[in-house]
């Protein structure tokens, strides 16, 4: 007879993890980079955009979630199977390294202003988070996830604090997260509108969203059961997440904007805190920063272990991770060293994200909406109709703001 402890249900915290790992990618530096500028060039213009790309998020990473629980496999395993895989696969590298791009930089600048250290440098002692990733795998996955969890609860504690200091209007702030102000989005903002998008829906999330979700399948429960927990998982990582985000451009909105004052880097915001809130404002927002960068990249890092490994096959985690980490720090170091603003190439690379986020998106929701292969979890009408309406809408803006860029 079996034992019942082998049997029995597991409790709902059993299931929570994968998408606190996932929510550091929606809170990296490149979504500081993003919500900053908008904030300070627009005021609360931008705010509903926030709403938006986390609801779009929140979509995504729910059925990058349902594949990996039905199917039992990656993004990355399904997409090996299309004809274009080589095409993607490049698409995706491209992706890795304009995440990359971003985390480097913040942890560059953030070990800059909090120890003075060259930026150069700052970035190159990133690549000792694989060593981080293999130490902590040792104790499990558990422990990884935990890790994170914590990063991101110091990421949220931080700007509460900021948020405190500055005494936004209440009333103005909760209209502004789910209505635009009256004509539309301001001039010229799509561009930033867009590198909302492309931080805060990133590719390479959807990637690890759907291999980190396999550690949590097991005998005890069906598949719509651990699906079930998979989404209230994500919706309340995400939901932690959405609100960091709003309360980055808040700050930036309420502190800097209303002064006349347009943020062009992150070293340049820390600096403006000090003098207008104080020297522990500008301390918190440096050592946030420092956590978004290293728990970002240290993602970062896992999800181009899925991508490699599902495109790919097996390879050495060690030095896979190595290779890949030096390979994709090359043009954030030549960024670093020869860029005179690095907040427009932190902009630049949210803005390629969202111009590589259809080649995951858009296959995702064909696989999750295909009964061939979810059998009878595939996507209900209702989901279909509103997962394509995203993807196409995704798709529509990005070629927008193409045809804008080339006129």
Avoid: C
């Amino acid at each position: 007879m079996r034992d019942p402890a082998l049997t029995r249900p597991k409790p709902i915290w059993y299931y929570l993890g994968p998408a606190f790992l996932v929510s550091v990618g929606y809170m990296d530096p490149g979504n500081w980079a993003t919500s900053l500028e908008a904030g300070s060039r627009y005021g609360l213009a931008l705010l509903f955009v926030v709403t938006l790309s986390s609801g779009v998020a929140i979509l995504m990473q729910a059925l990058a979630a349902k594949l990996g629980v039905v199917t039992g496999k990656d993004l990355a395993e399904h997409l090996r199977r299309f004809r274009a895989w080589p095409f993607l696969f490049g698409v995706f590298v491209f992706a890795m390294m304009a995440t990359d791009l971003a985390e480097f930089m913040g942890v560059a600048v953030a070990l800059n202003l909090l120890f003075g250290l060259p930026l150069v440098l700052a970035a190159l002692l990133t690549v000792l988070d694989v060593l981080f990733i293999l130490w902590l795998e040792r104790f499990g996955h558990r422990a990884l996830e935990g890790v994170i969890t914590l990063f991101v609860a110091s990421v949220g504690l931080a700007y509460a604090y900021e948020v405190f200091l500055v005494h936004p209007r209440p009333s103005e702030v909760a209209l502004r997260l789910f209505v635009p102000e009256p004509g539309g989005l301001p001039t010229h903002a799509l561009y930033v509108a867009l590198g909302i998008l492309g931080a805060t829906v990133m590719p390479h999330n959807l990637f690890l969203h759907s291999a980190q979700v396999k550690t949590r399948l097991s005998a005890q429960e069906a598949a719509p059961v651990v699906y079930r927990y998979a989404l209230f998982d994500t919706l309340l990582a995400l939901g932690a997440a959405w609100l960091v985000n709003a309360a980055i451009l808040v700050v930036a909105a309420t502190l800097f904007h209303d002064r006349g004052l347009v943020i062009a880097d992150l070293g340049e915001a820390y600096r403006t805190l000090s003098p207008l809130l104080g020297p522990a404002a500008a301390t918190v927002f440096a050592l946030a920063l420092l956590a978004s960068g290293l728990s970002s990249s240290t993602t970062g890092t896992l999800a181009g272990q899925v991508v490699f490994e599902g495109f790919l096959g097996r390879w050495n985690a060690f030095w896979g991770r190595l290779g890949l980490r030096l390979a994709v720090m090359l043009p954030a170091v030549a960024a670093l060293a020869f860029s005179a603003r690095p907040m427009d190439l932190l902009v630049l690379s949210q803005v390629l994200l969202s111009l590589a986020l259809p080649f995951a998106a858009l296959p995702l929701v064909a696989l999750t909406s295909s009964p061939k292969v979810m059998g009878p979890m595939a996507n209900p009408p209702w989901l279909r109709v509103l997962a394509w309406g995203v993807a196409l809408v995704i798709v529509g803006l990005n070629l927008w703001l193409l045809v804008s860029a080339l006129s």
